[in-house]
Nanobody, 124 residues
Framework: QVQLQESGPGLVKPSQTLSLTCTVS??????????WSWIRQPPGKGLEWIGY???????YVSPSLKSRTSISRNTSRNQFTLQLASVTPEDTAVYYC????????????????WGQGTQVTVSS
């Protein structure tokens, strides 16, 4: 059974870079045709899909975040990472990593395998 766990700082200052890591167990991020994804949910709002990395290391990032977002991976540790630069208080959210199928990417039903989420607050 695949499990995902987010890790990273809970508090980030404005203008800094947020870095989160997703550690995957029970499956390899190099195999299977899934989207290894990052999603966030700001307080009182719905899910926002940030982007994903494929098993072949291809990436996609939402156009609204593309200019300051990168997704990478460390295959030796079976981890993938989100970096979000120049954060503002509007980036405050619960951040999730997930393994989803191509068909389920972008849907709000939380299908697939999800981490428990980690709260990130942007504040000085």
């Amino acid at each position: 059974q695949v499990q995902l766990q987010e890790s990273g700082p809970g508090l980030v200052k404005p203008s800094q870079t947020l870095s989160l890591t997703c550690t995957v167990s029970g499956a390899s991020i190099k195999t299977n045709s899934y989207y290894w994804s990052w999603i966030r949910q700001p307080p009182g709002k719905g899910l926002e899909w940030i982007g994903y990395m494929t098993y072949t290391a291809g990436t996609y990032v939402s156009p609204s975040l593309k200019s300051r977002t990168s997704i990478s991976r460390n295959t030796s540790r079976n981890q993938f990472t989100l970096q979000l630069a120049s954060v503002t208080p509007e980036d405050t959210a619960v951040y999730y990593c997930a393994r989803v199928s191509r068909a389920d990417y972008g849907l709000d039903n939380k299908s697939g395998s999800w981490g428990q989420g980690t709260q990130v607050t942007v504040s000085s």
